[in-house]
């Protein structure tokens, strides 16, 4: 699986659009990009998942580059509720593992 | 719906005491299941998986355990418990292989205190 990489924290506005970058510039072809994110003492939560093309839920967006190295997590209005680790995951389509690194902590301010 | 069931909350134990944590999923066959560590202020750590009864694959070595007697338990045992075992422990679950689009589903963890 990729190796991804992401800023260790970030500061968000309540009501403000977060955007959370990550890199993975070795991704391959069949690799997903996943986004979780972990609450405080609680387990990580999926948020979303995408291939090549953009992705939109309840929860979040996510631009993908047209190159695949780097994606974009987008929360388009932060609440206190977001406060969270988010982490970015390439996983291969076949594989059964899911790896997580540091994630980036994201803390939204009123 | 599919559950996922990990217990206890929390535990204290002393060390070199014995360890037993169980997790079971409802709603599902033949998933893959997973243990997770995270040591205090730090990321997830991936511990164990499995793809089938019997079937463990360990990723750190450790004191640590795995075993999966049933389709949809998944225990994480320890014979003498160390200091450095206290963290938080996630059990999770996905679909069965391949995992293609597919997300991952946690328990609550249990958080280990190694006294």
């Known amino acids: 699986d990729a190796k991804t990489t992401q800023p260790t924290s970030m500061d968000c506005a309540e009501g403000r659009a977060a955007n959370l970058p990550c890199n993975h510039s070795t991704i391959s072809g069949n690799e997903y990009v996943y986004w979780y994110r972990q609450i405080h003492s609680q387990g990580p939560q999926y948020i979303i998942h995408?291939?090549?093309n953009n992705e939109t839920n309840e929860m979040a967006s996510l631009i993908i580059t047209e190159d695949r190295k780097s994606s974009t997590l987008i929360l388009p209005h932060a609440t206190l509720r977001d406060t969270a680790v988010y982490y970015c995951i390439a996983i291969h389509n076949a594989g059964n593992m899911l790896t997580f690194g540091g994630g980036t902590r994201l803390m939204v301010k009123p | 719906s599919q559950t996922i069931h990990q217990w206890p909350a929390t535990l204290v134990q002393p060390v070199g005491s014995p360890l037993s944590l169980e997790c079971t999923v409802e709603g599902t066959s033949n998933p893959n299941l997973y243990w997770y560590r995270q040591a205090a202020g730090r990321g997830l750590q991936l511990l164990f998986y499995s793809v089938g009864i019997g079937q463990i694959s360990s990723e750190v070595p450790q004191n640590l355990s795995a075993s999966r007697p049933q389709d949809r338990q998944f225990i994480l045992s320890s014979k003498k418990l160390l200091l450095s075992d206290s963290g938080f422990y996630l059990c999770a679950w996905s679909r069965g292989t391949p995992i293609r689009g597919t997300e991952a589903f946690f328990g609550q963890g249990t958080r280990l205190t190694v006294v």
């Open positions: 995408g291939l090549k």
